[in-house]
């Protein structure tokens, strides 16, 4: 009895838009994903959507993708989007004979530029450096990987495809050649079972070499970690680049409250290495300075890292110089029919991954329907009706915000803030109410504070957890939230988390905010202490 | 201005007893308070030792104050200035409308807004877990339209610990005073209405129906946040405990705190009466010294400075949250004075991996002599006629040991008789 016909093993961006697309053209699918999801690469890094500029001298190819796939988005997926630009800026640092190069490289692929005279991009940026000698705008936006897959989890929903959080495949199983099982092990329940298929996608980005090895296959990927900043403010409006030839610490993007500063490029101990160094902190903060120089003065947030799964044939380096394309391997020409792997590649193309894995495991699996995923929008836009009940409960700056984070879901969310209580704000730095953490707390996904966080981004501001986590946990006690049932536990678990981005970058105002979070966990709420009388 | 005997810098818990303690042995008190320090967002609790290496302390925590490290403020200041502090200071919050004791001989825990319970030392006597415990039934008040009260979780958390077993555990809806509002309502908003006439009515009626309906004859306790006023807070839960037959205790909370407020408030009165001249919105930013005397310390003043002169000077301005030590990666400089502390050069050393556990990073600060005096490397005084106290001071980790409101009242009491 097979209850599904492809298994899909990943729930980061890759993954999940491979099951949206399998689950529109009418294929029985199931994700499965060892933690929750977005938890991987595609929630650790710097948020943009790429227009392509910065690839387009190296990888004319992967440009034109780019700036394709840029545009598909900001049509489907809006309101996973921001609209805010790019800028590429030579600094005093930067070679100017790799402007003209770059300029025509990008009129190759199809991406458009223009050039803004210094002073007016330091009207637009005032924080950028005055010493900075070029400018060009190009059609950069800013993309939320967290809402991006759990919008994309929605859709495939809707279309029948399940998502299984905290499932770790254990082993891959074949018959004569051919796959005909995936055994896998629900991580909460501790059970392990069998679900039988006719495919297996392995889209585990830097896990993808274990998983292939279940089945006796190798993929030539290397984990690259890159590590990041989070600063507390929105210092730049814009994306800004350094026009150079893509190197570490050269992006800095704007999100909601917060900026990005990106990115190192170094080898990954292991797939899970992603607690970033103080180190790269340090060099990342020397590589910002060309373009804002007072970076150093701003508040970190946090330090985060992700691994990018690198393809790295045998004859090629990883690294920078590895390619950002991506790679579909059919282990049918390796002995092993019905198993393929995905890597490589960028969040930015992660719908076309999606679309050439599905065109591949359609044409094998007999199904003829095309692709849609250019075309479907992941989420409805909400109804004039819907938003007006919404701004009768929260600020008139509120109800978009709430109706883009939670796309479809948000007349559910309009029914919720209705309710007494509902429309508080348990998350005062990024806005999120009560019911909209209800709501994220019954998704069959959530498991942990942590998938609360990524729905909702509560805990990823300024507080970073410190008064949020304790409201949220109060809250999910009140609609009794399995996962809230040892509250403390629970909040252990997430104020641990975050404390692995403080940990890098202690100094500052960064040390006051973990001697405040200290103050009210450790010293007021007792939450590490030994009390022999609680069973 | 005239010079004082003594400048305090800070008006957290270390600054205010070490202008008391001046005060009450007779000189003349001046207190330069940038801000409102870290106790007006603290609790009315004052913890003393809850923990050492991460072991809960048994009996008399004055008692294991032996076993900490040689280097740690309780160590520097030895057993019987910790006792004479706390005496001091006990006996000045009740002389100034506050309850906070002394007589236990071993810590009280005492319950959170997390439903956790953490072992302190001076506290109100009925905030005590045993005390909790020793009532038939509980009721934990529930607010849904105030932030921070979380009945439910408190009652799950109580419900697993073995005291509270066989007892009662009820929560009780309050219904929100004033009708409905788009503001968000902290416990202290609740208190500073409670201090009203009719706040208080509003508070004592809603408990006492509550109390009404449930069976008589069962001894009964109710817990809350801290909402029975700030300033009053003393007269409103003798009322209302007559009024409602029921002890009542509060549970600690997070910011803002309304405990702390309480303190402060009664030592501010206690500095008014006392003739200590705390003057607000002054910045302390440098120093003049010579030799190893400080002739006079700086305040910000529109960009100019403004000389502040005394004989001697506490030091009080606090830790990393306070404003009394900075960090650059790798350094950590005391900001008045301008010297370098003893930091790990690597940032990786500042930090354990449990954020909770104890922390390296926790223990930087002023490393003192047993006068209090800050010293060089080689163990001289840097200025003889100044003195460090509070969160300044190396040495400890509150958050770890629960040690934070003793060592700011110990080292507070202690520095003003070397002025």
């Not at chain 1, 279309?159 to 199983?173: A, F, N």
């Not at chain 1, 992941?378 to 883009?404: F, G």
């Not at chain 2, 006792?83 to 959170?112: H, M, Q, Y």
């Not at chain 2, 319970?117 to 039934?137: A, E």
């Amino acid at each position: 009895m097979r209850a599904f016909r492809v298994v899909v093993i990943g729930g980061g961006a890759t993954g999940i838009g491979i099951l949206r697309d399998l689950s529109m053209r009418g294929v029985t699918a199931v994700l499965l994903e060892q933690g929750g999801l977005a938890y991987g690469t595609s929630s650790r890094f710097h948020g943009l959507l790429h227009s392509g500029a910065r690839y387009a001298v190296s990888d004319v190819e992967a440009a034109r993708e780019c700036i394709e796939e840029n545009a598909v988005l900001r049509r489907i997926g809006r309101h996973c989007v921001e609209k805010s630009e790019g800028l590429f800026v030579l600094t005093a640092e930067d070679d100017e004979a790799y402007v003209r190069p770059w300029l025509e490289a990008c009129a190759e692929a199809g991406i458009t530029t223009e050039a803004v005279a210094p002073d007016e991009a330091r009207r637009l940026e005032p924080a950028l450096s005055p010493e900075i000698r070029q400018v060009f705008r190009v059609p950069d936006g800013g993309i939320d990987g967290f809402r991006l897959v759990w919008h994309n989890a929605m859709s495939a929903r809707r279309h029948g495809g399940q998502v299984r959080t905290c499932h770790k495949v254990t082993g891959i199983e074949s018959a004569n050649g051919r796959v005909t099982a995936v055994e896998v092990c629900d991580t909460l329940k501790k059970e392990t079972y069998r679900l039988a298929c006719e495919y297996v996608v392995n889209a585990a980005g830097p896990w993808s070499g274990e998983i292939a090895r279940m089945a006796g296959q190798t993929v030539d990927i290397t984990p690259d970690r890159g590590t990041l900043l989070a600063f507390n403010h929105r210092f730049t409006s814009h994306i800004v680049n350094r026009l150079h030839e893509s190197a570490d610490g050269d992006i800095f993007v704007p999100h909601g409250s917060i900026t990005i500063l990106g990115t190192t490029s170094a080898r990954a101990k292991n797939p899970a290495d992603t607690t970033p160094a103080p180190e790269e902190v340090l060099r990342l903060l020397s590589l910002g300075e060309p373009l804002f120089p007072a970076v150093r003065e701003y508040r970190i947030l946090r330090a985060f890292a992700g691994n990018r799964p690198l393809y790295t044939p045998p004859d090629h380096d990883a690294g920078r110089s590895a390619s950002r394309n991506f790679v579909i391997v059919d282990h049918e020409k390796d002995g092993l029919a019905g198993f393929v792997s995905i890597f490589g590649g960028k969040l930015t193309t992660y719908r076309l991954m999606a679309e050439k894995m599905t065109d591949l495991v359609c044409g094998r699996l007999g199904v003829a329907t095309p692709c849609r995923t250019a075309e479907v929008p992941l989420a409805e836009q909400p109804s004039e009706e819907m938003l007006a009940r919404a701004a009768r409960r929260l600020p008139a700056h509120r109800t978009q915000l709430v109706a883009e984070r939670l796309g479809d879901q948000f007349a559910d969310i309009v029914g919720g803030l209705e309710k007494s209580g509902g429309s508080d704000l348990l998350c005062e730095c990024e806005l999120v109410t009560r019911a909209e953490v209800e709501l994220a707390a019954g998704d069959e996904a959530t498991h942990f504070l942590h998938d609360i966080r990524f729905r909702t981004r509560l805990g990823m501001g300024t507080c970073q957890g410190s008064y949020c986590s304790l409201r949220a946990m109060g809250a999910l006690t009140e609609i009794g939230a399995p996962f809230a049932a040892d509250a403390q536990a629970a909040l252990r678990l997430f104020l641990q988390e975050r404390w692995r981005g403080l940990r890098p970058v202690m100094w500052g105002a960064q040390v006051q905010e973990i001697e405040l979070g200290r103050a009210i966990y450790g010293s007021t709420l007792n939450l590490n202490g030994g009390d022999d009388e609680t069973d | 201005m005239k010079p004082t005997d003594v400048l305090v810098v800070g008006c957290g818990l270390a600054g205010l007893t070490a202008a008391l303690t001046a005060a009450s042995r007779g000189k003349t008190v001046r207190v330069a308070a940038r801000g409102a320090g870290t106790l007006a967002i603290g609790n009315a609790c004052v913890d003393v030792l809850g923990y050492v290496n991460g072991e809960i302390v048994r009996g008399n925590p004055l008692d294991a104050l032996g076993r900490l490290p040689e280097d740690h403020p309780y160590r520097i200041m030895g057993t019987e200035a910790v006792v004479k502090a706390l005496r001091f200071f006990s006996r000045l919050c009740d002389e100034n409308g506050l309850d906070i004791r002394t007589e236990s001989r071993e810590n009280l825990w005492i319950p959170t807004a997390l439903g956790s319970f953490k072992p302190t030392c001076l506290c109100h006597p009925y905030m005590d877990r045993k005390s909790l415990q020793g009532h038939d039934r509980v009721i934990i008040a529930h607010m849904p339209w105030l932030k921070d009260c979380h009945a439910q979780m408190i009652k799950t958390a109580f419900a697993r610990q073995k005291g509270f077993r066989d007892r009662e555990l009820r929560i009780v809806e309050l219904a929100a005073f004033g009708g409905q509002t788009h503001r968000n309502l902290t416990p202290l908003d609740v208190a500073r209405f409670v201090d009203t006439p009719d706040g208080e009515r509003w508070l004592s009626s809603q408990l006492a129906n509550h109390v009404a309906q449930l069976d008589a004859g069962l001894c009964t306790a109710v817990l809350l946040p801290p909402v029975l006023g700030v300033e009053r807070h003393r007269e409103i839960r003798m009322r209302m405990t007559r009024n409602t037959g029921c002890t009542l205790a509060e549970t600690v909370i997070p910011p803002p705190g309304v405990g702390g407020l309480r303190i402060r408030h009664a030592l501010t009165q206690a500095a008014a009466r006392a003739g200590v001249q705390i003057m607000e919105n002054t910045h302390i930013v440098a120093a003049r010294t010579q030799g190893r005397q400080c002739l006079s310390l700086v305040a910000e003043n529109n960009g100019r400075g403004r000389e502040l002169a005394a004989s001697s000077f506490i030091v009080a301005t606090g830790g990393f949250l306070g404003g009394g030590v900075v960090a650059s990666p790798g350094k950590a400089r005391e900001t008045i004075f301008g010297f370098d502390l003893d930091a790990p050069e690597r940032i990786e050393d500042w930090g354990a991996p449990d954020l909770l556990d104890a922390q390296p990073y926790a223990r930087l600060g002023v490393k003192v002599n047993g006068r209090l005096n800050a010293i060089t490397p080689d163990g001289d005084a840097r200025w003889d006629n100044v003195y460090f106290a509070g969160r300044t001071l190396a040495g400890y980790d509150f958050a770890s040991e629960k040690s934070g409101g003793g060592v700011a009242i110990c080292s507070g009491h202690y520095a003003a008789p070397r002025c």
